[in-house]
Nanobody, 113 residues
Framework: QVQLVESGGGLVQPGGSLRLSCTASGSIFNFYAMGWYRQAPGKQRELLAGITSGGSINYADSVKGRFTISRDNAENTVYLQMNSLKPEDTAVYYC???????WGQGTQVTVSS
């Protein structure tokens, strides 16, 4: 069983930056692929970025060039650095382990002036 806890969300102005963190319980974090998703009101949850246990990374076109995913296996943590934020990035952001098997509780990101 893996428990995931996200943090780092909040209110930011357009063009600003935030860094989300997701810390996992358990000692086998480094074996899991990790992903960041978001869900805006009335929309489906979408995959933003993923990083495998070997460090391979992929991004959704909507965030490519603005968001960066990384992981620190020693800290059991995956990060999402978000730059050049836009109002349409407003959503609840979730991290997931093992291709959607485990989920965090989500953290709200609001981009507004």
């Amino acid at each position: 069983q893996v428990q995931l806890v996200e943090s780092g969300g909040g209110l930011v102005q357009p063009g600003g930056s935030l860094r989300l963190s997701c810390t996992a319980s358990g000692s086998i974090f480094n074996f899991y692929a990790m992903g960041w998703y978001r869900q805006a009101p009335g929309k489906q949850r979408e995959l933003l970025a993923g990083i495998t246990s070997g460090g391979s990374i992929n991004y959704a076109d909507s965030v490519k060039g603005r968001f960066t995913i990384s992981r620190d296996n020693a800290e059991n943590t995956v990060y999402l650095q978000m730059n050049s934020l836009k109002p349409e990035d407003t959503a609840v952001y979730y991290c997931s382990a093992d291709y959607g098997v485990y989920w965090g509780q989500g953290t709200q990101v609001t981009v507004s002036s």
